[in-house]
Nanobody, 121 residues
Framework: QVQLVESGGGLVQAGGSLRLSCAAS????????MGWYRQAPGKQRELVAT???????KYEGSVQGRFTISRDNAKNTVYLQMNSLKPDDTAVYYC???????????????WGQGTQVTVSS
C-alpha cells in the first residue's frame, strides 16, 4: 500500500512563506500525477496545484504566481512552495497522488493525512 506523508505546515504571518513536502512510500510503480488540495473550515476541498510525471503543471487561479509546485520523480516526492501567503490561504493542505503501485493493478488515488497551514493577519 502506498502512503503519503506531508510536512512543512505551520503558523505564519501574512506575506510569509512555507514549503510543503509530501513523500510517497511503499511499493510504487508510477505516480502519474501528484498534487495538493486544501480545505478551509466550512468550505469544500479544492484543488491547489498538480504536476504530472512529465512536468506539466496546473494551478488554481488564486495561487497562480504565488505558489510553485515541483516534484522529484526519483524520490516520489512533491513540493509546494508558498510565497506571499494570505489569511485566505489558511486551510488543511492534503497531498494527492494518482498512479499505480505495480503494473498488475489499476490506477488509484492516494491521499495524505493533511498538514495545517495557518496565516495570521
Amino acid at each position: 500500500q502506498v502512503q503519503l506523508v506531508e510536512s512543512g505546515g505551520g503558523l505564519v504571518q501574512a506575506g510569509g512563506s512555507l514549503r510543503l513536502s509530501c513523500a510517497a512510500s511503499g511499493t510504487i510503480f508510477s505516480m502519474h500525477v501528484m498534487g495538493w488540495y486544501r480545505q478551509a473550515p466550512g468550505k469544500q476541498r479544492e484543488l491547489v496545484a498538480t504536476i504530472t510525471s512529465g512536468g506539466i503543471i496546473k494551478y488554481e487561479g488564486s495561487v497562480q504566481g504565488r505558489f510553485t509546485i515541483s516534484r522529484d520523480n526519483a524520490k516520489n516526492t512533491v513540493y509546494l512552495q508558498m510565497n506571499s501567503l494570505k489569511p485566505d490561504d489558511t486551510a488543511v493542505y492534503y497531498c494527492n497522488a494518482f498512479g499505480v503501485s505495480n503494473f498488475f493493478e489499476a490506477a488509484h488515488d492516494y491521499w495524505g493525512q493533511g498538514t495545517q497551514v495557518t496565516v495570521s493577519s
